[in-house]
């Protein structure tokens, strides 16, 4: 298994372009998510999806898409990129939403965002 | 109020010591608990989950504390590769989102010969 894996590793954007962060998982959860990680912040959460056809805000979703066609894809939409996005995003996945379960969430590899 | 709060550190340790971590989070309704452990410019990965009734992983033991909303992490003997940033997570977050995990932001850890 691959697990979680993410694309690009690194980009650079001009405000105003738009762009797609890729992730994909080959492990069947139903649970996907995307972070954001910024210097003193921590990991904050933009959005989730419990399944495929279902997704929902996090904390920090403003300037943000998200779908889900498929259980293995959940793609981040940066609509209008600003300097405020500069960060790295981290994709993750694990199997059920369930929040009494103790399942191990997967994170993948980050992508590092530079928006200028 | 924060929902995961966490000591951020540094700490600075020398090879053998012990260190202790401390992690407190407001609601009282979460139901799963976990410590996560980030290398620089790395993804979080899972060290361990946290049980009521405590529970140990070779040199790593794991508390937690309902009534005081209160949980820790120990490393005994430490060694330079523990040397990363160690991150308290909560599930069950406040309104709809009882699923999601909280992360508190970190305590680095930095290990010394």
């Known amino acids: 298994n691959a697990g979680v894996t993410q694309t690009p590793k690194f980009q650079v954007l001009k405000t105003g372009q738009s762009m797609t962060l890729q992730c994909a998982q080959d492990m069947n959860h139903e649970y996907m998510s995307w972070y954001r990680q910024d210097p003193g912040m921590g990991l904050r959460l933009i959005h989730y999806?419990?399944?495929?056809?279902?997704?929902d805000q996090g904390e920090v979703p403003n300037g943000y898409n998200v779908s889900r066609s498929t259980t293995e894809d959940f793609p981040l939409r940066l609509l209008s990129a600003a300097p405020s996005q500069t960060s790295v995003y981290f994709c993750?996945?694990?199997?059920?939403?369930?929040?009494?379960?103790?399942?191990?969430?997967?994170f993948g590899p980050g992508t590092r965002l530079t928006v200028l | 109020r924060k929902e995961v709060e966490q000591d951020p550190g540094p700490f600075n340790v020398p090879e053998g010591a012990t260190v202790a971590f401390n992690c407190t989070y407001s609601?009282?309704?979460?139901?799963?608990f976990f410590w996560y452990r980030q290398d620089c410019r790395k993804e979080p990965k899972l060290l361990m989950s946290v049980y009521s009734s405590g529970n140990e992983d070779g040199r790593f033991t794991a508390q937690l504390n309902r009534a005081s909303q209160y949980i820790s992490l120990l490393i005994r003997d430490s060694k330079l590769s523990d040397s990363a940033t160690y991150l308290c997570?909560?599930?069950?977050?406040?309104?709809?989102?009882?699923?999601?995990?909280?992360f508190g932001k970190g305590t680095k850890l930095s290990v010394k010969p």
């Open positions: 993750a996945s694990r199997p059920t939403y369930n929040q009494a379960s103790y399942n191990e969430q997967f």
């Open positions: 997570v909560v599930k069950g977050g406040y309104g709809g989102s009882q699923g999601n995990l909280i």
């Open positions: 999806s419990v399944g495929a056809g279902i997704t």
């Open positions: 609601n009282s309704a979460s139901q799963s």
